[in-house]
């Protein structure tokens, strides 16, 4: 059996409803799939107006939208609709990659039928209560994602130090790593624009702190507005550019009078946003890989991130930028401080990030989850056997 052999039914809470850096990994996997000639059908709630085109053949499924989050919907129904799709395509594996009910449902309709379940994670969901106060539901949270998680026959992680935190917390024992890659012919130096700093009011020689990614509280938008604060009590000269929108962004651009909000940016505009910086902020703890920060690696920026999953396995202490405890205000902020001082030691580090941000290429990426469909494919057999 080869990847052409493989019949994939891909379950997504979210293919291409909005943007994020979990369904662009997902578009690309399809691709990579179908280019190496396996068949793959989605399985996702769909939008009037989606945010991109899919990837591949997508079928709909029953969803309403989540209050206060329109722009998201939550897969309600494993249909008699779905049911005969599915089992018309005849997939050989199925690939889950939200905790959803009908994500859950799919697997048992395959676990019946001996059929082997890959489950990619691409959320730490259990952190997002820290952001509402409401922390006294995560243990009940990583006991739900337990329930699904123990019963895959494989998890994929987008990074080593995810994949560790989903073994202490006994997810699963079979966990792969798929990581992500990054279109070097769209992020790279070059993209620098002073002429559009200087559109945003921003003189050539300050430097200039980037934010990007959607915003919604789970993004650590208090500690960055608060690590800010700081920096500007400290009289360290800088500017800081906000890149993306959300729900939050009202209240965010309310804390940060002084920033430039250029809103959401896609492809080649985003590139030029984030060249256009001079370093990169990234204080969330909720992201499993970073594909924000990969980004800017390849445009050159030296990072400063909290030292969680995700950032934890992208960023080289000391090398392509900094790793600061996760809310540690005072440590951001003496490292952004430190880029802001030292021009010498801002383009060292960014050079490197540049470099590191070259092993991340898709196609080796995407063959490692293929790679991994197909071994889950022959235990399966054999075990049946």
């Not at 409401?134 to 080593?160: G, N």
């Not at 002073?194 to 993004?219: H, Y």
């Amino acid at each position: 059996m080869d990847v052409s052999d493989l019949r994939i039914a891909l379950f997504s809470g979210n293919y291409n409803m909005t943007v994020d850096g979990a369904n662009k990994a997902l578009n690309r996997l399809v691709g990579y799939l179908l280019e190496q000639g396996a068949a793959v059908r989605v399985y996702s709630p769909t939008v009037a107006n989606p945010d991109f085109e899919p990837t591949g053949d997508l079928v709909s499924v029953p969803s309403f939208a989540i209050p206060g989050r329109a722009e998201y919907r939550i897969p309600v129904s494993f249909s008699s609709r779905v049911r005969q799709d599915i089992a018309e395509f005849a997939p050989n594996i199925l690939h889950i990659s939200s905790p959803d009910r009908v994500s859950r449902q799919a697997a048992a309709w395959a676990r019946r039928r001996k059929l082997p379940v890959a489950c990619s994670v691409h959320t730490r969901f259990e952190t997002y209560f820290r952001y509402y106060n409401l922390s006294f539901v995560e243990p009940l949270m990583v006991a739900w994602l337990r329930k699904l998680y123990r019963k895959c026959d494989a998890l994929i992680a987008p990074s080593e130090s995810f994949a560790q935190v989903l073994r202490e917390q006994r997810m699963n024992y079979d966990i792969g790593i798929w990581t992500r890659g990054v279109e070097r012919d769209i992020f790279h130096p070059g993209r620098r624009d002073m002429a559009w700093r200087q559109s945003l009011n921003i003189a050539d020689e300050t430097p200039v702190i980037a934010f990007l990614g959607r915003l919604v509280m789970e993004k650590g938008l208090d500690v960055f507005a608060d690590t800010i604060d700081q920096l500007e009590r400290r009289g360290v000269p800088h500017e800081v550019v906000v890149i993306g929108e959300g729900p939050a962004g009202e209240w965010f651009e309310s804390r940060l009078p002084n920033a430039r909000f250029v809103g959401f940016q896609g492809g080649e505009d985003l590139a030029r946003a984030l060249a256009s910086c001079d370093m990169f902020f990234n204080p969330s703890v909720t992201e499993t890989f970073g594909n924000v920060t990969l980004e800017a690696m390849a445009c050159g920026l030296p990072v400063v991130a909290a030292r969680a999953t995700g950032s934890a396995s992208i960023v080289k202490h000391g090398i392509t930028g900094f790793l600061v405890s996760p809310g540690s205000i005072g440590s951001f902020a003496d490292d952004l401080e430190l880029y802001c001082r030292d021009w010498a030691l801002r383009a060292m580090h960014g050079a490197a990030a540049l470099h590191e941000s070259g092993a991340y290429r898709w196609d080796v990426i995407n063959k490692s989850v293929a790679d991994t469909y197909l071994r889950l494919i022959r235990q399966k057999q054999r075990r049946r056997g």
